[in-house]
């Protein structure tokens, strides 16, 4: 089993759509989780992140964790062309202060 | 405020020969890493200093890549020899916030895009 795993996609919504992409992760002392947007050619840049259980809202963006499941889910509210990207969900594990970020999923917002 | 610097950008280089990165992370953080990113793959974590120490490096291929942060700021990441499987982009990232704290935010460089022959 992979530290982190997410759903490779590729996941198509319409423009104006709720995108949601989700992320589990193995190691269930994990403290902190973090979604990453990642375009292609360029670097991962921080979206937003959470370390207690909920949903974390910010702008059109909800972070939502559930450590009693292991789960940790992005929801895209009023899906723009532009949140066309990979996104990445990354987990700061327990142990050895070891990072962990998933494969991504591909998003593309359809116009 | 300006964002974590790396060169170069791009390298080209044939197995077996030697490289080496650079990263210069945005001012004050304390906290640096060095991921590899393969096409189509997340970002892995090779080594994490803290400061001028190492707090992970425990998916760092030893044998060939090696790493130093002197004085606590930037930091070279060297593979040598390279192999056709270390063709990636290498990334640099720093963080504020002390290796395992709630919350450590991460900010990445723009990568150096290493294609090995």
């Known amino acids: 089993q992979k530290e982190v795993e997410q759903n490779s996609g590729p996941l198509s919504v319409p423009e104006g759509a709720i995108a949601s992409l989700n992320c589990t992760y193995s190691?269930?002392?994990?403290?902190?989780f973090f979604w990453y947007r990642q375009y292609s050619g360029k670097s991962p840049e921080l979206i937003m992140f959470i370390y207690s259980n909920g949903d974390k809202e910010d702008g059109r963006f909800t972070a939502q964790l559930n450590k009693a499941s292991q789960y940790v889910s992005l929801l895209i509210r009023d899906s723009q062309p532009s949140d066309s990207a990979t996104y990445l969900c990354a987990v700061n594990m327990n142990t050895g202060n070891q990072f962990y970020f998933g494969t991504g999923t591909s998003l593309t917002v359809i116009p | 405020e300006a964002g974590v610097a790396q060169s170069p950008r791009y390298k080209i280089i044939e197995k077996r020969q030697s490289v080496a990165f650079w990263c210069n992370p945005i001012?004050?953080?304390?906290?640096l890493y060095w991921y590899q990113q393969i096409l189509g793959q997340g970002p892995k974590l090779l080594i994490q200093?803290?400061?001028?120490?190492?707090?992970?490096d425990s998916q760092l291929p030893k044998d060939r890549f090696s790493a130093e942060r002197l004085k606590g700021v930037d930091s070279t990441l060297k593979i040598q020899p390279a192999k056709l499987e270390d063709s990636a982009v290498y990334l640099c990232?720093?963080?504020?916030?002390?290796?395992?704290?709630?919350?450590?935010?991460?900010?990445f460089g723009p990568g150096t895009r290493l294609t090995v022959l």
């Open positions: 190691d269930r002392g994990s403290q902190s």
């Open positions: 001012s004050g953080h304390a906290t």
């Open positions: 990232a720093s963080s504020l916030r002390l290796a395992g704290e709630l919350g450590n935010e991460q900010f």
């Open positions: 200093f803290q400061n001028n120490g190492v707090v992970d």
